[in-house]
């Protein structure tokens, strides 16, 4: 049984950082690529990047370039989201996610619970 | 890039009806289509993925079918624990989602 806890909720000032943590458990971590996939308030679904099983590649979103840095720690099975300049925009659930296909297919079948990012002065 | 177009946004219907979600590619997609399931206050849930195949514990009543540009998503016989929004999205390097159909119970 594949688990993904999350950090908890945040509140952030705008142009600052934010660091949200997803911590794996049940599957094999240090194969499976993780996405972040984020949603604003009443809004849908938008996917910010993916990083792959070594840690040593990433792709994000073009929206997202600049100010997003995903990292992972496989001694420790956690996977990290860090975003900065932070805008009241950047409100939103913020969800980790497994990707299906070891070999990293887009595809997410299993989901962390989410957190919240408030980014409020 | 890809656009998903999802209809109807809402959909509305009793117990044991039969609902079809429909998710239109503004081009061809081939097969690289997947469909998550979002109840209210949860994380999304893997349904289906490549068109048509259901992802492991999803009931039978969750059926999908398409390619190229169309996609449906079927729900054989509505039960009150379905009601979610649906989300289609594309297996591919930006991960387009639709923007969602409601299912409600009636």
């Known amino acids: 049984q594949v688990q993904l806890v999350q950090s908890g909720a945040e509140v952030k000032k705008p142009g600052a950082s934010v660091r949200v943590s997803c911590k794996a458990s049940g599957h094999t971590f240090s194969n499976s690529y993780m996405h972040w996939v984020r949603q604003a308030p009443g809004q849908g679904l938008e996917w910010m990047g993916i990083i792959n099983p070594r840690g040593d590649a990433t792709t994000y979103a073009q929206m997202f370039h600049g100010r997003v840095t995903m990292t992972r720690d496989t001694s420790t099975s956690t996977v990290y989201l860090d975003l900065g300049s932070l805008t009241s925009e950047d409100t939103a659930m913020y969800f980790c996610?497994?990707?299906?296909?070891?070999?990293?297919?887009?595809?997410?079948?299993?989901w962390g619970q989410g957190t919240l990012v408030t980014v409020s002065s | 890039e890809i656009e998903l177009t999802q209809s109807p946004a809402t959909l509305s219907l009793s117990p044991g009806e039969r609902a079809t979600l429909s998710c239109r590619a503004s081009q061809s997609v081939s097969s690289y289509l997947a469909w998550y399931q979002q109840k209210p206050g949860q994380a999304p849930r893997l349904l289906i993925y490549d068109a048509s195949n259901r992802a492991t514990g999803i009931p039978a009543r969750f059926s999908a079918s398409g390619s190229g540009t169309d996609f449906t998503l079927t729900i054989t016989s509505l039960e009150p624990e379905d009601v979610a929004v649906y989300y289609c999205?594309?297996?591919?390097?930006?991960?387009?989602f639709g923007q969602g159909t409601k299912v409600e119970i009636k």
């Open positions: 996610a497994r990707d299906i296909a070891p070999s990293g297919s887009w595809v997410f079948d299993s």
């Open positions: 999205q594309q297996r591919s390097t930006w991960a387009p």
